[in-house]
């Protein structure tokens, strides 16, 4: 996985919880980025930092909040304002931003009790 | 090939043979384009990368061809072996990107690659 963690593997969220989903990378990378895996689809971009400290919307962002305090850390923390929060989330990370690659951690998938 | 639909396109080959994952891509301004593999529960794995001053690129049993006049990209794998298996996706960014918005890598819907014995 690139030397990129994301904890913990399974998540259960309770109906009106907020839960944060871990993603760590030893890379040095300096951009990281959150995706949302749906069955049969492909990924959409939820956020994404370019920097320390910075951090932008993607295409669905509702629901959603990140920090970047550190430049190997980039949590998600997915709040009771998302209304269909299950899915398998995707952390990943690229030494640059624009037409670099990204590396992608193991995912954690998220279940509503 | 990719597909808009909400079931993956599925692509069954015989171990050995070489297998070919289509991917037609709607961005004219694209210029750089990624496979990826994904295994059941895994996340993507790095296959190989094209920019658009190229029409063909070669890894390790991969082979990548972009066709920018149609819009189309393809993954070869030669000697498709079990471990091949996978979900394919191709991605596409466009130049000149800068980050401000929701651009960047546009990722497809993926095949599924099944591998017979």
């Known amino acids: 996985d690139g030397g990129i963690t994301q904890s913990p593997k399974y998540l259960f969220r309770k109906e009106g919880q907020n839960v944060t989903l871990s993603c760590e990378q030893n890379l040095n990378h300096d951009a990281m980025y959150w995706y949302r895996q749906d069955p049969g689809q492909g990924l959409r971009l939820i956020y994404y930092?370019?920097?320390?400290?910075?951090?932008q919307k993607g295409d669905i962002a509702e629901g959603y909040s990140v920090s970047r305090e550190k430049k190997e850390s980039f949590p998600l923390t997915v709040t009771s304002a998302q209304k269909n929060p299950t899915a398998f989330y995707l952390c990943?990370?690229?030494?640059?931003?624009?037409?670099?690659?990204?590396?992608f951690g193991p995912g954690t998938r998220l279940l509503v009790l | 090939g990719e597909s808009v639909g909400l079931h993956l396109p599925t692509l069954s080959v015989q171990e050995g043979d070489n297998s070919i994952i289509n991917c037609a891509y709607s961005n004219s301004a694209s210029d750089y384009f990624i496979w990826y593999k994904q295994e059941s529960g895994k996340g993507p794995q790095f296959i190989i990368d094209i920019r658009s001053n190229m029409d063909k690129r070669q890894g390790q049993r991969v082979t990548v061809l972009l066709n920018k006049t149609v819009k189309h990209l393809s993954l070869q794998i030669a000697a498709t072996q079990p471990g091949d298996s996978a979900v394919y996706f191709c991605?596409?960014?466009?130049?000149?990107?800068?980050?401000?918005?929701?651009?960047?890598?546009?990722f497809g819907k993926g095949t599924h690659l099944i591998i017979q014995p």
């Open positions: 990943a990370s690229s030494s640059g931003w624009g037409q670099e690659t990204q590396y």
């Open positions: 991605a596409e960014e466009p130049s000149g990107y800068s980050g401000g918005g929701a651009d960047g890598l546009t």
């Open positions: 930092s370019q920097i320390v400290n910075d951090f």
